[in-house]
Structures are given as structure tokens and as C-alpha cells.
């Protein structure tokens, strides 16, 4: 008899299970990688939202690869506890900030920002990532085993999606009373030491106590008065008000010494007025002095005339006229038609920046704000069939133009809110693109000690160009550049009728930066259109109206043809492109910024 076989043993061999990312480690690369959206936030206000993002990616890319590649070639894990270290460094980070923005004039928009975050948030990333790398401590794993490469690949996935997600997340956040851009750092230093607690977190208490007693961006009572103490050892202004809102950080700031209020946002100044009108008897004023003189010219909608109509454009002219004004800035064009009794629409997406209009410049209260973005609002009133005599669109905001505020389909709905007779005036987007665009608007600012002693006086503009000679480009040269075709082309495609004004002489042929403004005024049909004389009551007793209300620098539609390999029209497919253009222009802008106010009132915000 034959033995019995062997019982076949069930293999009961099972696959290696797949790591696990430890939560406490997914937890401090999600934080890390929310500092660099905060990062980006505090850097805005010194430096501008676009030139703080100048190398942020690459400069995150480069840190990424770095941490993770180095964890890999690690066959065994360190012991070193890295972790206790991050809320130390973590808390240090405002400190670290305060100190370097004070260099930014030295350091410059392309420099700075890069030298800022290496500083900060670069090494808080390499720690953050270090602090648990994809091993348990005396392991040794060769470094293409799954073991490493998977948790080094979902430490990098939550890092992208926290990176994605933080933005749209924090930006719609500033809409909430208690939300402090420069606290933001404080909380996630918070959150690491929730995470890492050590008896070490004693070292944070000095970085501590200067950022709730000592740090001037920090939102207490006790900082903006010492911000109000350094200010005057450093310029005349000193700060009224600020708040971070869906635009950026606001702040209203004045100098009695030059007479002057201003709204500021970011690295940017979205309008301004002068404290006291003119002393002559001859003036009596009925709103508040514009310190841009191209606010003035928008008002010239009302004096824009078909044919040789002497009551002007408008069929209906015994009715109310009505007006839509895209972007609400400090109120001056908004302010001047309800005092001319036009029943007027302002729309304005932040909701802070129409606080400070009505409590900081007097932003009448006859009239009707709608807080809402621009794009929704005209699809909902052209749905709505909603009619307007004029429309005033200015949408310049922190160093920038909103790309989708001039596109095809944008411009569109505006014509469709337009009566068969009505007019619009755009601020181009040249005045912010190109090189020498924001200084046009500003020079009001720099060159005037008072609404009638200089802003009316071409004397004076071209006094303070000649003291202030830079090294921009000629303005007739940007307008050649293919975002300044691109834009008109646009509204030159919806409008038959357009007629461009500079707000200033070209002044390239004699040498010097030509900085100026541009205003598109345009009807809905292919007639001819002229500008009626201004009479005493469309000043308004305002001498700035007196200089500027009447366009009179025309520029030749003819340098804005389609060259070849140029896009024709901007569409809502095509604003990548308008913002490529934007990232070349704003270290220009930044610089004229600077020559604006001093530097203290932008690195103490």
C-alpha cells in the first residue's frame, strides 16, 4: 500500500500592504503649502500681488524637488526631530517679514519678493517635508521601493491640493469681519505647535510678543497707532483706515501737508482727493477735487454730441438721463453725475472699497450700488433689458487689470445696456499694462501742492516730468506693444465709433517718458461724434474739471491695426495671453509707485 500524499498547504502569502501617510505628516505638508498662499498674501501689499507671484512657483518647484528627492536617497530615516522645530520657525515668520520689507526699496519687485520667501517660507517647506519623510526611523528601504516612493508621492498630491485649493478659499474669506491677512501667519504658526508640542515653543515667545505688540501689519488698536507714530519720522502721511478685502488690502491714507487723501490698494492706488478746494471766490464747489485728472475726462460722456445737435446726443433729453459706472474707486466720475442729476448705477465687487467711498470721500448717497462682480451683473441686466445713457468703465484695481473685464463677450453686454444713443468711456488698460500708463495717473499726485496751482496747469505736469526723468519706455512706443492693439481692437470690434484721448501731451519727441492715461469714449453707431463746449455748470467749481473734463489729446486709431501674428480681439479663451503682458509691465509700475509715496507708506502698509 502506497504512502498518503501530503496535504497541498494553502499559500497563505499575502502582498505587502501599501504604506499609509501618516496623518500628522499629510498634516504639516498641507500647512506648508497653505504659509505659501499666505505668504503671497503678506508680500501683495509691498510688492504687488503680481510681482510677489513673479517666481513663487518655480521657487516652490525647486524646494519640492529638493525635499522629496533628498527623502528618497535616504535608505534609513533620521532621527533628528525635525517637527518640534517647525512652529518655532513658523512664528518667526511675520518677524522675518517686518524686517525685510523695510529692504524692499533696496531690493526691488523682482528681487524682493524671492529673497522675502527664501528667507520664510522656503525653509518652512523644506521643513515641513523633512519633519516626516516616507520611512519609519531604522528602516532601510532602497529608494524605488514602494515603501518610499508612494507616501513621497501623497505628501507631494496633498501639497498641490492644498496649494490649489487655499487661494480661491482664502481670497473669498476676506469678506468676513475677523479676517486679517497679516494674522494668517500667527494662526498656522498655531496650528504646527498644536501639532509639535515641545517644551522648545518657549523660543517662539520674543517672535510672539513682536508680532502682537510690535508688528505694524498685524490689525490690533495698539499697532496702527504705532503705525501712525513711525510714519511721520518717515513721510507726511499717516493712516486713517484698513481693512483686507476681495481686492486686497485697503487703506485710506492723508497728508495734510500736501492736502491730499488716497485710497490704496495693495501696491496700487485706486483714486484719491484733494482735502481742500480752491480758495478763490469764482469757485464754488459742488464735489470733492479729483487728484487723477482722467477721473475728470470721464465725465465728458455727457458732453459728447451726434452731428451738430446743440442739446447734445441724447433723443430724450427732457427725461432723468441714467448712468452705469463699472468700478467704483474712491466715487469722483459716480459723485459728479448725481451731482448733474443723472440717475446713477454703480457697480463695485468689494464691498469694503464703497465703505470707504461713502465714510473717506463723500460718495453721495442718491444713488443706487449693487455689490456683485461686473460679469454677473451685466448678464443679469441684459437679461433684465436694462438701458443706460451712459456707462463709465474703470475696473483698474492693485497693479492691474481684471483681463475679463475687457473681453469680447464682456464688452458686448455692455453695448447691449447701451440706448441706441447712449456713450461709453473705458479707462484702457493701457494706463496699467504699459510702462508708463499708472504714472500718468498719478502724477497729479506727485506734482500738484494744490488743485489750482498745478494739476490745471500743463506748466506743472511737465515741470515734475523734467524733475522726475526715468528710464521707462515712450508711451508712443507702448501703444505699438500687442496688448494696447489688442484692447482697442476689442472695443473697437463692439463700437463702430471710438475716439481715444491721452490725458497729457505726448511729450516723447523732446525725450522723456511720456506717462499718461488713456480714454476710450465710443457710441453704439458708425456716426461721427464731436464734444459739446463745456459750460460753468459742468465744472462744477472744480478747478481740475476747469483743466481736464474736455478731452483734448486725440491719438490716431490707425497705430492700433493688426499686425501680423498679432491676436486679433480678446476673447474670454484668449486672457492668458493679456495676462503675460501684464506680468512684463508691472516692475514699471512698482516703480512709479514708489516715486508716488514714499517708500515707508507702502512697506508699513
Excluded at 139 to 164: D, N, T, W
Excluded at 335 to 349: C, F, M, P, R, W
Aim: hydrophobic share 45%.
Amino acid at each position: 500500500m502506497s504512502a498518503p500524499r501530503p496535504r497541498r498547504q494553502k499559500n497563505t502569502a499575502t502582498w505587502p500592504a501599501l504604506p499609509a501617510i501618516n496623518l500628522q505628516a499629510a498634516a504639516y505638508v498641507a500647512l506648508a503649502a497653505i504659509s505659501s498662499t499666505v505668504s503671497q498674501f503678506a508680500l501683495s501689499p509691498v510688492y504687488g500681488s503680481i510681482p510677489a507671484s513673479f517666481y513663487h512657483s518655480q521657487l516652490l518647484t525647486a524646494v519640492l524637488t529638493l525635499a522629496l528627492t533628498t527623502a528618497l536617497l535616504l535608505r534609513t530615516r533620521h532621527g533628528w526631530n525635525l517637527a518640534r522645530w517647525l512652529p518655532i520657525l513658523a512664528f518667526c515668520i511675520p518677524t522675518l517679514q517686518s524686517f525685510l520689507f523695510e529692504q524692499s526699496s533696496r531690493l526691488g519687485p523682482a528681487a524682493g519678493p524671492v529673497v522675502t520667501e527664501a528667507c520664510t517660507i522656503v525653509p518652512l517647506v523644506l521643513l515641513s517635508i523633512f519633519a516626516a519623510p516616507p520611512v519609519a526611523h531604522g528602516e532601510s528601504v532602497p529608494m524605488y521601493a514602494p515603501g518610499k516612493i508612494l507616501p513621497a508621492l501623497g505628501q507631494l498630491g496633498i501639497f498641490v491640493l492644498a496649494k490649489a485649493l487655499s487661494p480661491p478659499v482664502l481670497h473669498w474669506a476676506r469678506v468676513l469681519p475677523c479676517y486679517p491677512r497679516s494674522a494668517l501667519s500667527l494662526v498656522l504658526a498655531s496650528c504646527y505647535a498644536v501639532l509639535s508640542p515641545s517644551w522648545l515653543l518657549v523660543l517662539v515667545i520674543p517672535s510672539l510678543l513682536h508680532s502682537v505688540f510690535f508688528n505694524v501689519h498685524m490689525p490690533f488698536p495698539h499697532t496702527t497707532t504705532l503705525l501712525n507714530r513711525a510714519l511721520p519720522d518717515q513721510s507726511t502721511y499717516r493712516l486713517l483706515s484698513r481693512a483686507d478685502s476681495l481686492t486686497g488690502y485697503l487703506s485710506v491714507v492723508e497728508s495734510e501737508e500736501k492736502e491730499l487723501r488716497l485710497l490704496r490698494c495693495d501696491h496700487s492706488l485706486l483714486g484719491g482727493q484733494w482735502l481742500r478746494p480752491p480758495t478763490a471766490p469764482t469757485h464754488t464747489i459742488a464735489v470733492h477735487e479729483p487728484i487723477y485728472a482722467a477721473f475728470a475726462m470721464l465725465e465728458a460722456v455727457r458732453l459728447v454730441q451726434v452731428g451738430k445737435s446743440a442739446d447734445g446726443h441724447r433723443q430724450d433729453a427732457a427725461a432723468a438721463p441714467s448712468a452705469l459706472v463699472i468700478g467704483l474707486g474712491v466715487g469722483t466720475a459716480a459723485s459728479a453725475l448725481v451731482a448733474h442729476g443723472v440717475n446713477t448705477t454703480i457697480v463695485e465687487i468689494d464691498p469694503i472699497v464703497h465703505a470707504y467711498a461713502v465714510q473717506y470721500f463723500g460718495l453721495p448717497p442718491n444713488q443706487t450700488t449693487v455689490i456683485e462682480d461686473a460679469v454677473t451683473f451685466t448678464e443679469r441686466a441684459g437679461r433684465e433689458r436694462r438701458k443706460y445713457d451712459f456707462v463709465i468703465h474703470d475696473v483698474f484695481t492693485g497693479g492691474a487689470e481684471p483681463a475679463n473685464l475687457f473681453t469680447l463677450e464682456f464688452i458686448r453686454g455692455l453695448r447691449r445696456l447701451l440706448k441706441p444713443n447712449g456713450v461709453i468711456a473705458i479707462v484702457s488698460l493701457l494706463s496699467s499694462l504699459d510702462h508708463a500708463g499708472q504714472a500718468g495717473s498719478c502724477e497729479s499726485t506727485v506734482m500738484a501742492s494744490s488743485p489750482t496751482s498745478a494739476v490745471t496747469s500743463a506748466v506743472a505736469v511737465n515741470a515734475w516730468l523734467d524733475a522726475n526723468r526715468a528710464p521707462w519706455q515712450n508711451y508712443a512706443g507702448d501703444l505699438l506693444l500687442p496688448s494696447a492693439g489688442l484692447v482697442i481692437r476689442t472695443i473697437q470690434a463692439v463700437f463702430p465709433s471710438c475716439r481715444i484721448f491721452r490725458e497729457l501731451q505726448d511729450r516723447s519727441e523732446i525725450g522723456l517718458g511720456d506717462f499718461t492715461n488713456v480714454v476710450i469714449f465710443c457710441i453704439p453707431t458708425a456716426s461721427p461724434f464731436s464734444f459739446r463746449a463745456p459750460t460753468a455748470a459742468d465744472f462744477l467749481g472744480s478747478a481740475v474739471r476747469e483743466g481736464f473734463l474736455l478731452p483734448q489729446e486725440e491719438v490716431d486709431r490707425k497705430i492700433f491695426q493688426r499686425k501680423r501674428g498679432e491676436t486679433d480681439v480678446l476673447t474670454r479663451a484668449t486672457t492668458s495671453a493679456l495676462d503675460r503682458w501684464q506680468r512684463s509691465s508691472v516692475t514699471a509700475h512698482w516703480r512709479i509707485m514708489r516715486l508716488v509715496l514714499p517708500d515707508a507708506v507702502w512697506e508699513l502698509w
